[in-house]
């Protein structure tokens, strides 16, 4: 069965580096997103990307982050100075076209130290 | 605004026990979707079930069924013959509009644990 795959599944990374999070959407997927959970917490929304471009973003995704999709297949989530709040667990989503429910990749656990 | 609300933070049966998780949403939008996902202790997010707002059949899959009521903004979830493996956190999740690709806002989840 096809599923949203993610790399690597737990990351530790000293605070002001830069992170890359990866994520390979299921092949037929046309909407992609980022969510993160703060340990304990609920599921935040991040940023949505469609069509090369993204679509909507949450007050979260701020100017330390960005989206890429360098090539047709991975969609990364670029942390670009890591702070300790930043601390959680990513999550990579992707949705075959509207109408359609989200499949979740198993995340990405990012501790910053 | 939308909102999730999950009033229920923890729960604790006994295996074969029936257990119901509340959802209570709030949306000005007439058309919108809601979900339930699972996380387990190994900590992906599973798809459960999605509904649109036009769709007010309740539904059974196996032990599991959903209650969906305009009326009081509520998509309840009920376990029928609990079992351990159904120990995880449950999150109820809703997206406006009609494109039914607008982000998801989750409710803070019901962490469900099954006593053998």
């Given amino acids: 069965e096809p599923e949203v795959t993610q790399t690597p ?8 580096q830069e992170v890359i999070l990866r994520c390979v959407p299921i092949s037929n997927h046309l909407y992609f997103y980022w969510y ?14 469609y069509n090369n471009e993204i679509s909507e973003k949450s007050e979260i995704f701020d100017d330390q982050f960005s989206v890429e999709r360098p090539d047709g297949s991975n969609f990364t989530l670029k942390i670009r100075s890591t702070k300790l709040e930043d ?3 990513y999550f990579c989503a992707s949705q075959e076209g509207e109408n359609t429910e989200a499949f979740f990749g198993q995340g990405t656990r990012l501790t910053v130290v | 605004a939308q909102k999730v609300t999950q009033a229920q933070t923890e729960i604790s049966v006994v295996e074969k026990e029936d257990v119901t998780l509340d959802c209570v949403y709030e949306t000005r939008d007439t058309t919108y979707y809601l ?21 007010e059949q309740n539904e ?10 305009k009326s009081t903004s509520s998509f309840n979830f009920t376990i029928t013959a609990s079992q351990v493996v159904d120990s995880a956190v449950y ?16 409710g803070k989840g019901t962490r469900l644990s099954v006593i053998a």
Avoid at chain 1, 9 to 16: A, K
Avoid at chain 1, 36 to 49: A, D, N, P, W, Y
Wanted: charged share 15%; proline share 4%.
């Fill in chain 2, 91 to 106: 999150f109820c999740a809703l997206s406006e509009g009609n494109s039914g690709n607008t982000p998801l806002v989750f």
């Fill in chain 2, 35 to 55: 979900f339930w996902y699972k996380q387990p202790p190994s900590g992906e997010l599973v798809f459960l079930i999605r509904r649109n707002s036009f769709d």
């Fill in chain 1, 87 to 89: 601390s959680a667990m």
């Fill in chain 2, 60 to 69: 059974i899959s196996g032990r599991y069924s959903w209650n969906f009521q």
């Fill in chain 1, 36 to 49: 993160r959970q703060i340990l304990g917490q609920k599921v935040e929304f991040l940023v949505s990307f």
């Fill in chain 1, 9 to 16: 599944s737990h990351q530790v990374t000293q605070m002001g």
